[in-house]
């Protein structure tokens, strides 16, 4: 049997609608120049300005490039961004690391300590894997699986 097609890309809410206008690494690269927001500094912020406001030294320019700080711009100027935290990203990164580490034969509890993760997260996460090759259906593997729609998709999609 062939390995069943990725779903569509779903991107956690903090993502969503900047992830899919700049792509999800380009969003991610912003989330890393986001500072702590003044009133909340437990949380990092970026503010999007108006695109007749936007300035070259703006982290939007800096790092994306006029037209496509503009585009952001465009589409939500006036707002702040909340970017995700670096954990729910990351716990996709290490999730892909145990699909691969599989794929080479090492068995649920050599996963879990390559990977500095419990067994059971681990075959949760193979479970996430089996659930979409058996039925191609995301809710299925969210409940089967435990996880979010976000950290499947984050999951199943090997190439971002």
Same mark, same amino acid.
């Given at each position: ?15 969503d ?12 690269k ?14 990092? %912020? #970026? ?6 406001r936007?300035?070259?030294s ?10 496509l700080?503009l585009e ?15 954990e729910h ?7 892909r ?7 080479v ?11 500095g993760? !419990? ?6 996460v193979?479970?996430?894997?089996e659930?979409?090759q ?5 809710e299925?593997?969210? #409940?089967?699986?435990?996880? !979010?729609?976000?950290?499947? %998709? ?7």
């Amino acid at each position: 049997m062939s390995k069943r097609q990725p779903p569509p890309l779903i991107l956690p809410k903090s993502l969503d609608p900047i992830g899919y206008i700049i792509g999800l690494s380009a969003a991610l690269k912003l989330a890393r120049a986001a500072k702590p927001h003044p009133c909340r500094p437990d949380k990092a %912020s #970026l503010y999007i300005p108006a695109p007749d406001r936007l300035e070259a030294s703006h982290p939007l320019s800096r790092i994306l490039g006029r037209p496509l700080a503009l585009e952001v711009c465009e589409e939500m100027g006036g707002s702040h961004w909340w970017p995700p935290s670096g954990e729910h990203i990351e716990a996709a990164i290490l999730a892909r690391q145990v699909l691969d580490l599989v794929e080479v034969g090492l068995n649920q509890e050599e996963i879990a300590e390559r990977c500095g993760s !419990t067994a059971k997260w681990a075959g949760n996460v193979l479970t996430a894997y089996e659930l979409w090759q058996e039925t191609g259906d995301l809710e299925a593997v969210r #409940l089967g699986a435990k996880v !979010t729609y976000s950290f499947a %998709s984050l999951l199943l999609n090997r190439s971002w």
